[in-house]
């Protein structure tokens, strides 16, 4: 393959979610994995529904990813503009050669004519295609709708009997029938272009040459193909990938808050874990562990992304997670966390990340571990309680008087409990680990206890010694 160029290409109409940042991160792949270039475009022509903080917000958001364009908005070269809203002209152009050609023609049937011909037909048992009213007016029948005040609308002429064939990168060949397809509209009576229009034609003005893509854009590709043949211009390969489909087995759309990639970021969810399990979704070629997002490309192949439907599965989502927390180096770790416990210093932040850090799933949990090692315990675990009971008093005494003796040191500290208790294994470290903490599980005892405010330390025995008021 030579150097491929590929694109993403999202409307600007609402947060980007898993589906689409899927959409986006294979066609990145396949450019970094060729060496070749990855485009952003945004595609705003409908410019009623678009937003410029709804595209803030999706630039921002696929930075965070890790999916830098090559070209696009903020990274203008020759090609662009990268706004379709910017890129009138061009597709005027293209009206233009179509008309002239007479592979387009005014179409001045209103909405009702054609929604009555298209019941007519669907009643004849046929199915809807445009009936060809408008196809052959002369010159003059046009002047004298114009001069009635009537806006046509620009339809492509589709040759019938004709068979529109290409080979899909997943789905394989594909052929469409032209007579299925009929003459289709190309530019909106009141001068909008259509979706599929100015997606095409910028592919090929980009020299975009691999499209992945949705398979809900699949009856495009047909209409597509024919209108840059007509231009003379040469069309990329497409490959429709199967959606993403959500809980209630739906196609995820950008209502589906859970799998909206700006919600996940906001939960504290890591670029390399959603990257990581993205990359699994549909495509069954990557290794079963753990890969760096330097090293995703390469553990790309396009041949092995499958038809069938993938599904969004948060546990799949939260185990790359926890691997990407595992591999995040102290300071990242730190800095991960920073967002959930603000108020603490420098120094109580890195302790806390260098105890607590590997065993959260999200910065929020991290507010509890402050408490513990800091502040208030979180509301105690009823097997904690129970676990405490169970010790009783004499336990935490001893343990105590170590503390008094040895200082915060877990091994000291236990051998004197088990000595004066002869308490042993989970009965001696886990009455401990409750009074301390308030849970039955966390992170490691013994770096735990020498972190702990020493204060809080022994204050917390100290209430479970029965010296409920002892502050010293
Ligand atoms: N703007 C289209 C979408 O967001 C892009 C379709 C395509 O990739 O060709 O679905």
Same mark, same amino acid.
């Given at each position: %393959?030579?150097?491929?160029?590929?694109?993403?290409?999202?409307?600007?109409?609402?947060?980007?979610?898993?589906?689409?940042?899927?959409?986006?991160?294979?066609? #990145?792949?396949?450019?970094?994995?060729?060496?070749?270039?990855?485009?952003?475009?945004?595609?705003?022509?409908?410019?009623?529904?678009?937003?410029?903080?709804?595209?803030?917000?999706?630039?921002?958001?696929?930075?965070?990813?890790?999916?830098?364009?090559?070209?696009?908005?903020?990274?203008?070269?020759?090609? =662009?503009?990268?706004?379709?809203?910017?890129?009138?002209?061009?597709?005027?152009?293209? !009206?233009?050669?179509?008309?002239? =050609?007479?592979?387009?023609?005014?179409?001045?049937?209103?909405?009702?004519?054609?929604?009555?011909?298209?019941?007519?037909?669907?009643?004849?048992?046929?199915?809807?295609?445009?009936?060809?009213?408008?196809?052959?007016?002369?010159?003059?029948?046009?002047?004298?709708?114009?001069?009635?005040?009537?806006?046509?609308?620009?339809?492509?002429?589709?040759?019938?009997?004709?068979?529109?064939?290409?080979?899909?990168?997943?789905? =394989?060949?594909?052929?469409?029938?032209?007579? *299925?397809?009929?003459?289709?509209?190309?530019?909106?009576?009141?001068?909008?272009?259509?979706?599929?229009?100015?997606? $095409?034609?910028?592919?090929?003005?980009?020299?975009?040459?691999?499209?992945?893509?949705?398979? *809900?854009?699949?009856?495009?590709?047909?209409?597509?193909?024919?209108?840059?043949?007509?231009?003379?211009?040469?069309?990329?390969? #497409?490959?429709?990938?199967?959606? @993403?489909?959500?809980?209630?087995?739906?196609?995820?759309? +950008?209502?589906?808050?859970?799998?909206?990639?700006?919600?996940?970021?906001?939960?504290?969810?890591?670029?390399? /874990?959603? @990257?990581? !399990?993205?990359?699994?979704?549909?495509?069954?070629?990557?290794?079963?562990?753990?890969?760096?997002?330097?090293?995703?490309?390469? /553990?790309?192949?396009?041949?092995?992304?499958?038809?069938?439907?993938?599904?969004?599965?948060?546990?799949?989502?939260?185990?790359?997670?926890?691997?990407?927390?595992?591999?995040?180096?102290?300071?990242? &770790?730190?800095?991960?966390?920073?967002?959930?416990?603000?108020?603490?210093?420098?120094?109580?932040?890195?302790?806390? $990340?260098?105890?607590?850090?590997?065993?959260?799933?999200?910065?929020?949990?991290?507010? *509890?571990?402050?408490?513990?090692?800091?502040?208030?315990?979180?509301?105690?675990?009823?097997?904690?309680?129970?676990?405490?009971?169970?010790?009783?008093?004499?336990?935490?005494?001893?343990?105590?008087?170590?503390?008094?003796?040895?200082?915060?040191?877990? /091994? +000291?500290?236990?051998?004197?409990?088990?000595?004066?208790?002869?308490?042993?294994?989970?009965?001696?470290? %886990?009455?401990?680990?409750? $009074?301390?903490?308030? &849970?039955?599980?966390?992170?490691?005892?013994?770096?735990?206890?020498?972190? %702990?405010?020493? %204060?809080?330390?022994?204050?917390? &025995?100290?209430?479970?010694?029965?010296?409920?008021?002892?502050?010293?």
């Amino acid at each position: %393959m030579s150097s491929p160029v590929t694109r993403f290409a999202p409307s600007p109409t609402g947060r980007l979610h898993l589906g689409n940042v899927r959409t986006a991160l294979f066609n #990145y792949l396949l450019a970094r994995r060729e060496g070749g270039r990855f485009l952003l475009r945004i595609e705003d022509s409908d410019r009623a529904r678009g937003g410029e903080d709804l595209l803030e917000a999706l630039l921002v958001d696929l930075r965070w990813l890790g999916l830098e364009w090559d070209a696009g908005p903020g990274a203008e070269d020759e090609w =662009g503009p990268y706004l379709q809203s910017e890129r009138d002209p061009l597709y005027a152009e293209a !009206y233009a050669t179509l008309e002239q =050609g007479g592979r387009a023609y005014p179409c001045f049937c209103s909405a009702l004519e054609l929604e009555v011909s298209r019941k007519t037909q669907l009643a004849a048992g046929q199915p809807p295609r445009y009936a060809g009213t408008c196809r052959d007016l002369d010159d003059e029948a046009r002047t004298a709708r114009i001069r009635d005040g009537r806006q046509p609308s620009l339809r492509f002429r589709v040759d019938p009997g004709k068979t529109v064939s290409f080979d899909d990168l997943v789905r =394989g060949p594909q052929a469409f029938v032209t007579d *299925d397809l009929g003459d289709f509209v190309i530019r909106r009576a009141e001068g909008a272009p259509m979706f599929f229009f100015c997606n $095409a034609l910028d592919d090929a003005l980009m020299r975009v040459t691999h499209v992945l893509r949705g398979e *809900d854009h699949l009856s495009n590709t047909p209409r597509q193909l024919l209108l840059l043949e007509a231009l003379g211009m040469s069309a990329p390969v #497409y490959g429709h990938l199967p959606l @993403l489909l959500g809980r209630e087995g739906r196609p995820l759309s +950008k209502r589906e808050d859970s799998a909206g990639l700006h919600s996940l970021r906001q939960a504290g969810f890591l670029p390399a /874990a959603i @990257l990581n !399990y993205l990359l699994r979704l549909g495509h069954a070629g990557a290794p079963d562990g753990w890969v760096e997002p330097a090293d995703l490309p390469s /553990a790309f192949n396009l041949d092995k992304v499958g038809r069938a439907p993938a599904h969004f599965d948060e546990s799949q989502l939260l185990h790359w997670q926890r691997e990407a927390v595992n591999r995040l180096d102290p300071a990242a &770790l730190a800095a991960w966390m920073a967002s959930a416990v603000g108020e603490l210093d420098a120094d109580r932040l890195t302790t806390l $990340a260098a105890v607590a850090g590997r065993n959260l799933n999200f910065p929020a949990e991290a507010r *509890d571990w402050a408490g513990v090692l800091y502040g208030e315990l979180p509301p105690m675990e009823p097997a904690a309680t129970l676990a405490i009971q169970e010790a009783g008093p004499a336990f935490f005494a001893a343990a105590l008087e170590a503390l008094d003796s040895e200082g915060p040191d877990l /091994a +000291k500290i236990t051998a004197l409990v088990r000595a004066r208790t002869g308490s042993k294994g989970a009965r001696l470290y %886990m009455p401990l680990r409750a $009074a301390l903490t308030g &849970l039955t599980h966390g992170p490691e005892l013994a770096p735990l206890l020498k972190a %702990m405010d020493p %204060m809080l330390l022994r204050r917390r &025995l100290a209430a479970q010694a029965g010296h409920a008021g002892e502050t010293t």
